[in-house]
């Protein structure tokens, strides 16, 4: 998927933990200070905040990856590690949030200001003072900090608004928007037609918030065009105006490819309320035909809007009937949070791999990740760990015996 302003796929990343440390007070007067290694920071978090400055997702286009600050390791004095920084990406209001892999909507961040954590950061690991004792008073284990947690996510954009408006390249409604709000579209190479949805208000009693869809090709669900990715945009509003251009060989024939588009694209679309108004009425070769068109679109069921965006003429009326459907209350989505949390400890858990044993216990991992097995009084303290643990009893039952390889996490030794 090629990252665009209004949808990209990344990776976040929260900060791995501090590595617990292994310290001894070393005191003047006193002889047998004790074990003070403090635990590690906890890594840093990725958390998405909805800002009502940003525009676009423009940010995260060539960017695929994003980590947080690490925790830092435990220190002598039973000191804790510092915790990493949190990394804050700011994303425009009305971003919904994908999970990749579980294909689920992590959250709507609609509301200025709205959070979500979308990778936590690891815990710290353990000090040696955590492993400290009546049977062992000088531990020399510590516990290497936790991998934080990672996550492919969508970030697609739906612009926040009560009116789409629809239409063919060259209907005119760059100008129908700018004229009742006073927007700047930016034009693309495309002839005639934005290329990116645009906002406008409309300011009254209640503003209104209109947005302009780039112009729909017939075939725009095949890539024509500009295509109908830009329809996500229309999603949250309430009301679509149909406009249409009454230059157009078939007026008809271009409403009736409108709604064959958005049927494409999502059958809710369709099902909105709405309204058709005929541009261009300016021009005399439209003009001259407006009851004929008014005609057709009567048999068709509709009562359409004749207006023209360059002159203002119909546009009140069309307006009134815009503000008359619109409810006075917009309505809220239900803001979606998963909550990532941490995965329960599972118990002690051993397989048999050919001429080996792996045991799957990741606290118990992360401890071996930093012992020194070539120390006689590491290797006692970690055999009395494992047996606290729970460990020895569980390779015991799975048939282990003295000189088998046994594994854990990266490591791999002989049973004693």
């Not at 002598?76 to 915790?83: A, L, M, P, V």
Request: proline share 5%.
């Amino acid at each position: 998927m090629e990252n665009t302003f209004d949808r990209a796929k990344i990776i976040v990343r929260g900060g791995e933990g501090g590595h617990g440390a292994v310290s001894f007070r070393h005191e003047k007067f006193v002889p047998l200070g004790g074990p003070d290694g403090g635990e590690g920071g906890q890594g840093g978090n990725v958390i998405l905040r909805a800002n009502g400055n940003t525009s676009d997702l423009g940010k995260y286009r060539f960017r695929k990856v994003f980590q947080a600050e690490n925790g830092e390791p435990g220190q002598g004095g039973k000191r804790k590690g510092r915790r990493g920084k949190d990394l804050i990406l700011e994303v425009p209001l009305g971003t919904r949030v994908i999970d990749v892999k579980n294909e689920i909507l992590m959250a709507d961040l609609v509301a200025d200001g709205q959070e979500v954590i979308v990778a936590r950061g690891g815990r710290g690991g353990l000090g040696n003072v955590s492993f400290a004792s009546s049977t062992n008073q000088a531990p020399r284990l510590a516990q290497k900090g936790e991998t934080g947690g990672e996550l492919e996510i969508i970030l697609e954009l739906r612009l926040l608004s009560d009116v789409a408006i629809i239409g063919c390249p060259n209907a005119g409604k760059s100008s129908f928007l700018n004229l009742i709000s006073h927007s700047r579209p930016r034009i693309a190479d495309y002839p005639f037609t934005t290329k990116e949805p645009v906002l406008g208000v409309l300011s009254g009693e209640r503003n209104l918030i209109f947005v302009e869809i780039p112009g729909l090709l017939a075939g725009a669900h095949e890539g024509r065009g500009l295509g109908n990715s830009f329809l996500n945009h229309a999603m949250r509003s309430q009301l679509l105006i149909y406009l249409i251009d009454g230059g157009s060989e078939s007026p008809l024939g271009d409403f009736i490819t409108l709604k064959g588009e958005l049927e494409f694209f999502d059958s809710e679309l369709v099902s909105k309320p709405s309204v058709v108004a005929i541009n261009k009425i300016d021009l005399s070769e439209v003009r001259s035909k407006m009851q004929e068109i008014k005609k057709t679109f009567e048999e068709y069921g509709i009562k359409p809007y004749f207006i023209s965006a360059k002159t203002g003429e119909g546009v009140y009326d069309l307006l009134n009937k815009v503000k008359d459907m619109v409810k006075e209350e917009r309505p809220v989505e239900t803001n979606i949070e998963i909550i990532l949390r941490p995965e329960a400890k599972a118990s002690v858990q051993v397989y048999r791999e050919a001429n080996s044993f792996r045991v799957v216990a990741p606290d118990i991992e992360r401890i071996m990740a930093l012992v020194d097995l070539e120390d006689p009084e590491v290797r006692r303290q970690l055999y009395g760990l494992l047996e606290r643990r729970g460990v020895s009893q569980a390779l015991r039952r799975a048939g282990a015996r003295p000189g088998d390889e046994i594994k854990i996490g990266d490591t791999a030794w002989p049973w004693w």
